[in-house]
């Protein structure tokens, strides 16, 4: 069968089963199925396809319908325009989680950066390959997310610049760092039916909830940030929809002023924390 026929009916399939953007995402699948990047598999509709593509395709079509993200079945991910890895074991890194990339590069390049939460490594390795002097240290308490970010680390070239450390946020963590970054597991639990079946059930739900109202992992760093963050240098977390200002007065109570970055369609998407009390002294 044609490579355009294979496409056509994979999208109809797909929008029968209520994958949003199904033309997208097929094309998706077939470039991988195909191996093919995109302007190749534009040029090559009229092809017909290899009986190990047509498998390997429909085999990617029959996940996607079942609502398996995408980056899961290609096992890959851009962010900051460079391949990630993606498995079931890690979060699949957002366009809105660039925002704390930009923030960062928005400053001064750190010397030193810590990456709690670390998951496939998507902010301490974009940090690392943008900064090439800088060196960091992603935590996790998920020894397969950490297995991840190794291999993201090594596939980006900055494996000899990036430590990796099994820990619960702040515990076990020595050393004073420059740059402290954080996408913790901000979404309440009681809003977890509400998200889409493709995050909600291929995902890993310790990195999505805190089993609580998403605030709780903001309220455990706030009052032990100031130990490991070096004087005059910067934290930068990310925040659900709605919740700047709760994080905001979660940090205040403990000495945190902040500046609140918007993402691309303009909500708050992250908080950039300054030391009330290092500055005083």
């Keep these: 069968m044609q490579r355009g026929q294979l496409l056509a009916k994979a999208t109809a399939d797909l929008s029968e089963a209520g994958v949003p953007d199904a033309a997208r995402d097929a094309r998706r699948l077939l470039a991988h199925a195909a191996g093919l990047d995109g302007a190749a598999l534009a040029g090559g509709l009229t092809a017909e396809a290899a009986a190990s593509e047509e498998a390997a395709f429909a085999a990617a079509v029959a996940a996607r319908r079942a609502r398996k993200p995408v980056s899961q079945i290609t096992g890959s991910r851009l962010f900051w325009g460079r391949p990630f890895q993606v498995t079931g074991d890690v979060l699949d890194p957002r366009p809105e989680t660039e925002t704390v990339i930009a923030a960062c590069l928005d400053g001064p390049a750190a010397g030193r950066i810590l990456d709690l939460g670390t998951g496939s490594g998507a902010l301490l390795l974009t940090l690392l390959a943008e900064w090439p002097t800088a060196a960091g240290l992603g935590t996790d308490i998920s020894a397969p997310a950490l297995a991840v970010a190794r291999q993201n680390a090594a596939a980006l070239g900055v494996a000899d610049r990036a430590t990796f450390q099994r820990a619960d946020w702040l515990a076990g963590i020595d050393g004073s760092f420059e740059l402290i970054v954080c996408n913790p597991p ?91 009390k290092i500055r005083a002294e």
């Excluded at 070096?230 to 659900?240: D, L, M, Q, T």
């Excluded at 303009?266 to 924390?273: D, S, T, V």
């Design 186 to 276: 901000y979404i309440a639990a009681d809003a977890l039916a509400d998200l889409a079946p493709d995050v909600r059930d291929w995902e890993p739900r310790g990195a999505l909830t805190d089993e609580a109202d998403g605030l709780s992992v903001y309220r455990r760093l706030a009052p032990a940030l100031a130990q490991v963050l070096a004087p005059g240098g910067r934290a930068i977390f990310e925040v659900g929809e709605g919740q700047a200002g709760d994080v905001r007065a979660i940090f205040a109570a403990t000495g945190w002023g902040a500046t609140v970055h918007t993402d691309l369609d303009g909500r708050e998407r992250a908080i950039e924390l300054q030391n009330a």
